[in-house]
């Protein structure tokens, strides 16, 4: 009876060696198969023909449509592809057609459907390539951050900072088209003359507006945007000025240093 496992890959960033690793267990497996067979059939032509049924591929896809396809570990050389090019996807495939095994391992950055399967009809081969494939998986860092852990209150400090900016900029339009004058002596609406006399109640309602404004308008793209800068699967190799997502993050970090953080402190000095 045929079994099969599958893991599915998600929140990591992979290393050359960590791919390398997963590599060598593909070879492991084939040079496994290979000796049980050298030394269970001792025809020549008949070991030659069951060998036939051994089978072992590498591809990597890179950026422009190019793409390697290798049956060894030539692929993970120093200065190799993956050195070279930004990688998009990689797929590791190792079968035995005879005894139906099978390995299956495919990785795409920014992608879906990532995914490690052993399958084959003797479950204590599958448990044990399978538990070994987990072990290598569960050694990969994680894509771990404080945006991805605390977006939900990233979000919320957008939506503030973001209201707080935009209602900066329609005061300053609407008194220069109205010739409002930037301080009025006096107040007529009775909810402005009621939050004058409390200048905490008068901030938290400020807030509010500003939170309400920035969660309608910007939050949601602005929050969505900076998620695509820490995709699901990362690959942490290849040319350095290729990675665009660790450019831009690191623009961000500008942005929110020279931008968002100071008016946050601003609104925090209002209310204390």
């Known amino acids: 009876m045929r079994q099969s496992r599958t893991i599915s890959i998600r929140d990591k960033i992979f290393s050359k060696n960590d791919l390398l690793r997963f590599a060598e267990l593909i070879e492991n497996s084939y040079e496994e198969l290979s000796d049980e067979l050298d030394s269970?059939?001792?025809d020549d032509f008949e070991k030659?023909?069951?060998?036939?049924?051994?089978?072992?591929?590498?591809?990597?896809?890179?950026?422009?449509?190019?793409?390697?396809?290798?049956?060894?570990?030539?692929?993970?050389?120093?200065?190799?592809?993956?050195?070279?090019?930004?990688?998009y996807s990689l797929n590791m495939d190792f079968s035995d057609h005879t005894s139906d095994k099978k390995i299956s391992i495919t990785v795409r950055e920014s992608g879906y459907r990532n995914s490690i399967t052993v399958s084959g009809d003797n479950p204590n081969w599958v448990s044990g390539k399978f538990t070994q494939l987990q072990n290598i998986l569960d050694a990969v860092n994680p894509q771990e951050n404080l945006f991805l852990k605390y977006q939900i209150i990233f979000r919320h400090v957008v939506g503030i900072t973001t209201g707080y900016f935009i209602w900066?900029?329609?005061?300053?339009?609407?008194?220069?088209?109205?010739?409002?004058?930037?301080?009025?002596?006096?107040?007529?609406?009775?909810?402005?003359?009621?939050?004058?006399?409390?200048?905490?109640?008068q901030t938290l309602?400020?807030?509010?507006?500003?939170?309400?404004?920035?969660?309608l308008f910007l939050a949601d793209p602005i929050i969505n945007s900076v998620k695509k800068l820490y995709p699901s699967i990362e690959f942490n190799f290849g040319p350095e000025h290729l990675n665009i997502?660790?450019?831009?993050r690191k623009g961000l970090a500008i942005?929110?240093?020279?931008?968002?953080?100071?008016?946050l402190i601003n609104i925090i000095s209002q209310i204390f």
């Not at 309602?205 to 969660?215: D, E, N, R, S």
């Open 205 to 215: 309602f400020l807030l509010a507006i500003y939170w309400v404004t920035g969660m």
């Open 48 to 87: 030659d023909l069951r060998l036939i049924s051994l089978h072992k591929d590498y591809q990597i896809v890179c950026e422009g449509g190019l793409s390697f396809n290798s049956d060894s570990l030539e692929l993970f050389d120093e200065g190799g592809p993956l050195d070279l090019h930004k990688t």
């Open 168 to 201: 900066k900029v329609l005061v300053f339009v609407m008194r220069g088209i109205l010739l409002i004058p930037p301080n009025p002596e006096t107040a007529t609406n009775p909810i402005v003359v009621f939050l004058e006399k409390d200048v905490f109640l």
């Open 40 to 42: 269970s059939i001792e």
């Open 255 to 263: 942005l929110w240093a020279s931008i968002i953080l100071p008016i």
């Open 245 to 248: 997502n660790k450019k831009r």
